[in-house]
């Protein structure tokens, strides 16, 4: 079985652009989390989608917005870019995120922002 | 509200040398608890899970034990090898998300 996979894997933008982040899960998994990643704040949950829902979001400003599409696949989106953003976007499936499921997680993509 | 607390990095050791790095957790309710590794440039792979109380997780020589009356889940290897050397966290599952640890980075020399 494929893994979970995100892209891009690297992006450099600018301050006040926006960014379009994808991941497509597991097969079969139909609950996806993203996590941002930074050396400051470590592992912050973002938001958790199931079925189209979301049904979980982390303490993050309104900048940062999701969806998640019929076949599961995921989009985050950060709009008006903050120097802070810069980070490691994690994005992990689980058939539904119930507690003693495994969250598999992708590579990540990389946001760069200057 | 729930959290992790996990002891603080680098930790560097020789190789064959016993590992402990310690991992505490404050929930409520009986959430599943987690360790999780990091290689350099990789995402996060799952290491071992414990679902309930006096549950052992255990993979590739690692293991930990889910201790409700210390509210702890600490990993143990025996002997670690170079190809252990990563960054591992300690989570929680808790309301449909991973609540983490701060991470322990761990350094292991030849």
């Known amino acids: 079985k494929a893994g979970v996979t995100q892209t891009p894997r690297y992006l450099i933008k600018t301050r006040g652009q926006q960014v379009t982040l994808s991941c497509s899960p597991i097969s079969g998994h139909r609950s996806v989390s993203w996590y941002q990643q930074t050396p400051g704040q470590g592992l912050q949950f973002l938001f958790e989608?199931?079925?189209?829902?979301?049904?979980n979001k982390g303490n993050f400003p309104g900048r940062f917005s999701g969806r998640q599409f019929s076949n599961s696949r995921s989009e985050m989106n950060v709009s008006t870019l903050e120097l802070g953003d810069s980070a490691l976007y994690l994005c992990?499936?689980?058939?539904?995120?119930?507690?003693?499921?495994?969250?598999?997680f992708g590579p990540g993509t990389r946001l760069l922002v200057l | 509200g729930d959290s992790v607390t996990q002891m603080e990095g680098p930790v560097t050791l020789s190789e064959e040398a016993f590992l402990t790095i310690n991992c505490t957790y404050t929930?409520?309710?009986?959430?599943?608890l987690f360790w999780y590794v990091q290689y350099p440039g990789e995402g996060l792979q799952l290491l071992l899970k414990?679902?309930?109380a006096d549950d052992k997780g255990s993979n590739k020589g690692f293991e930990a034990t889910y201790r409700k009356e210390t509210t702890s889940f600490h990993l143990e290897k025996g002997s670690v090898q170079v190809s252990d050397s990563a960054v591992y966290f300690c989570a929680l599952n808790s309301n449909y998300q991973l609540i983490w640890g701060a991470g322990t980075k761990l350094i292991i020399k030849p």
């Open positions: 992990a499936s689980s058939l539904e995120s119930r507690t003693q499921e495994t969250q598999y």
């Open positions: 929930a409520t309710g009986y959430p599943s």
């Open positions: 989608y199931f079925s189209e829902t979301q049904r």
């Open positions: 414990a679902t309930k």
